[in-house]
């Protein structure tokens, strides 16, 4: 069985910076998308960014330029570095990895991020 554990999360106050990490347990995960997502209270989930097993990227228009997204594949990890923090990017972030291929669906179990103006 699969877990995937989110860190990072907390309290900054806008303009600053945090970084997001995931990792997940047990088998090696591969050819995968891994993705960020978000939800703040009241709100739907959104896609924050994703990356490809290639390294392909994309992000939310909300977070170009700001977010980071990247992966470490010997480590089943991946990670989101954000940048210049507002408040609306207050929301409980989870990680999530996905293969079509290999018919997996993994969700982390969410870290608050909290941004205070």
């Known amino acids: 069985q699969v877990q995937l554990v989110e860190s990072g999360g907390g309290l900054v106050q806008a303009g600053g910076s945090l970084t997001l990490s995931c990792a997940a347990s047990?088998?090696?995960?591969?050819?995968?998308?891994r993705g960020w997502y978000r939800q703040a209270p009241g709100k739907q989930r959104e896609l924050v960014a994703s990356i490809t097993s290639g390294g392909s990227t994309s992000y939310a228009d909300s977070v170009k330029d700001r977010f980071t997204i990247s992966r470490d594949n010997a480590k089943n990890m991946v990670y989101l570095q954000m940048n210049s923090l507002k408040p609306e990017d207050t929301a409980v972030y989870y990680c999530?990895?996905?293969?079509?291929?290999?018919?997996?669906?993994?969700w982390g179990q969410g870290t608050q991020v909290t941004v205070s103006s």
């Open positions: 047990g088998s090696i995960l591969r050819l995968d998308t």
């Open positions: 999530r990895y996905n293969s079509v291929v290999n018919r997996y669906d993994y």
